[in-house]
């Protein structure tokens, strides 16, 4: 490494830049010391970290429960842990109804009643 190298190097240092002979290189013109970026490496390892940080967040609350699954009722769009299947008019249509829809939709009978004779059960869907 050259003196002209050093003073590069000594000059950035004073200013709280963290720099080593490898960040330093030479243009091939004039073959004067030029120093790399040294920012754009830094922010792919702070965006790599973060990154991490967060997938190992998202398997914390998965692993803790906190992340489940939900699913749009098709009646009132809501998003819920569990949902009833059942078919509710002549269409035969197979829905996906969450509890408050379910008891308008089927009388609050499973096998349905009188009033509802187009209600089908077809089984639930829990969240895991």
Do not use: F
Not at 47 to 75: D, F, I, N, P, V
Request: with cysteine; aromatic share 4%; charged share 35%.
């Amino acid at each position: 490494m050259s003196a002209a190298d050093s003073e590069k190097i000594n000059s950035l240092q004073a200013k709280n830049l963290e720099i080593s002979p490898r960040h330093v290189s030479r243009t091939p013109e004039t073959d004067e010391p030029v120093v790399k970026s040294i920012n754009a490496k830094d922010e792919e390892k702070r965006r790599r970290k973060e990154e991490a940080k967060l997938m190992k967040m998202q398997r914390k609350a998965k692993r803790e429960g906190k992340l489940s699954k939900t699913k749009k009722c098709t009646l009132c769009t809501r998003n819920v842990k569990l949902l009833i299947r059942c078919q509710i008019d002549t269409s035969r249509k197979w829905n996906m109804v969450c509890g408050k829809c379910w008891n308008k939709v089927s009388g609050g009978v499973v096998d349905g009643d009188a009033a509802h004779p187009n209600y089908r059960y077809g089984g639930i869907w829990k969240s895991k």
